[in-house]
């Protein structure tokens, strides 16, 4: 299965599972552009889309993550 123009254009949300995530702050190192830290080195993310020009270094950020805590899905 090939996957059309459509499945391309889907656009992409970061999200955390903070049960997961141990703070290491590598997601922020790796994406500075939309992942910031709290107080306690956790992420906070943005609610909107990953824009495109960014996919990539966000899919880096979700494979590099420590706690594997951090996942790439689309937005319905």
């Known amino acids: 299965m ?3 123009g459509d499945d391309m254009s889907k ?8 049960i997961d995530c141990a703070g290491h702050g590598l997601c922020a190192e790796l994406l500075p552009e939309l ?8 992420p906070l993310l943005p ?5 495109h020009r ?3 270094q966000a899919r880096r950020a979700v494979t590099d993550c420590p706690a594997l805590a951090l996942a790439l899905s ?3």
């Not at 992942?35 to 956790?42: Q, V």
């Open 2 to 4: 090939t996957k059309t």
């Open 11 to 18: 656009h992409k949300q970061l999200r955390v599972n903070p």
């Open 35 to 42: 992942i910031t830290l709290d107080e306690w080195g956790y």
């Open 47 to 51: 609610r909107e889309p990953v824009p």
């Open 54 to 56: 960014l996919e990539r």
């Open 74 to 76: 689309e937005v319905p």
